[in-house]
């Protein structure tokens, strides 16, 4: 396998406990404020809805952080996000050594506008547009990315959704005299959900993504939703060396959600785990 650019993979670092937990199969059911970043057209596609994100252990180190908001308009969605990724405390070095001369930091910030409508036979589109801040060492950048997405829920009575979407479309500045290239990404997604099942409410979903400089990977995951209240969730990615399963739960509470998510990395790099505190309305 390889990787993109140096600088560009912390955009890959999407944000959500549930999609976590999910494997990151979130093309076809994104649909809260985690839209923003996963598919633009499902950006207040149930109502309004507010979510903060945190995460630790990527590895040792890294933090990610994540706020958005989606609002349906009616017709329309609009949402809003910001998203952090740090990494502290980097050896510093002025020539190959074994002591470092001291420590760095690198912090990424996205901050981003994501607007979504209904077309004509049940598709949803929709786009996101982010500025993007990169700073490492003393050095920094600047640059711009655009999401596109299409959602279409409900086929087949109303137990199937699909969406596609491409995300980080756009450019980023010098750093360090180097330019960089942003990890473009397609991927497609569906999302089945076989039906009631007493107080479980089963959901199937199979995503497939292609990201610059990467091999295709596939991500599957299932979701089981009990009386309202208690979601599980398990999902297995495919393609990383450094990743494979997931898990994580969900529990809400007139309109107040928090999610927790528990993904083991399989390269000594640690163990990453999510929280998401949202509310929908």
Known sequence: MSYATPGSTWLELGPG???AGLAEAMTASAS????NYWNPAGVGLYGNSMEAMYADSWVEGTSIQYVAGAFD???FGFGASAHYVGV???DLRDRPSASPIG???ARNTSLGLSLASDLAWGIRAGVGAHYLDEQIYVYEAQGWTIDLGLLRSGLWQDRIDVGVVARHLGDMGTLRRVS???PATVAAGVRYRPGIYG???PALLVDVSKVRGYDPTVKVAAEINVMGYLALRAGYTTGYEARGLSAGFGVMFKGIRFDFAYVPQLSDLGTET???VGGEW
């Not at 809260?32 to 839209?35: F, M, N, S, Y």
């Open 17 to 19: 406990a549930r999609s």
């Open 32 to 35: 809260g404020a985690t839209a």
């Open 73 to 75: 308009l009616g017709r």
């Open 88 to 90: 502290g405390d980097l």
């Open 103 to 105: 420590t760095f930091d």
């Open 180 to 182: 960089e290239d942003l």
């Open 199 to 201: 107080e479980f409410r």
């Open 274 to 276: 999510r929280y998401s």
